[in-house]
């Protein structure tokens, strides 16, 4: 849930979120991609791993999204976005850092 502000911090902080995503989800892309051609077959259990993550985590960000957006419609439009965003972010960012970790 995405903690409350006031002014202009809560009306940017949906911006800083899409920015941040539209910078980390081609990296993650290239990342996944570039493994992807050079892991060979048959894919290693990371691999398979990382194959497994990629689509269950769709799925259960973009579902955590939708529900905080339903829980957010009585609050201030720049909070409902803000909430419907947090859990994507949350995801692309946090395998942005994971796959350059390694």
């Known amino acids: 849930m995405a903690r409350r502000r006031n002014g202009w911090a809560e009306v940017l902080d949906p911006w800083r979120q899409l920015a941040e995503i539209a910078w980390s989800a081609p990296q993650v892309v290239a ?51 803000s909430e419907s965003l947090t859990p994507v972010h949350r995801t692309v960012t946090a395998n942005r850092r994971r796959l350059y970790r390694r």
């Open 31 to 81: 990342h996944r991609t570039a493994r992807m051609a050079t892991g060979g077959w048959p894919p290693s259990a990371r691999d398979r791993r990382e194959y497994r993550r990629m689509i269950e985590e769709k799925g259960t960000a973009f579902t955590r999204a939708a529900v905080a957006s339903a829980w957010a419609v009585p609050r201030a439009a720049s909070l409902v976005l």
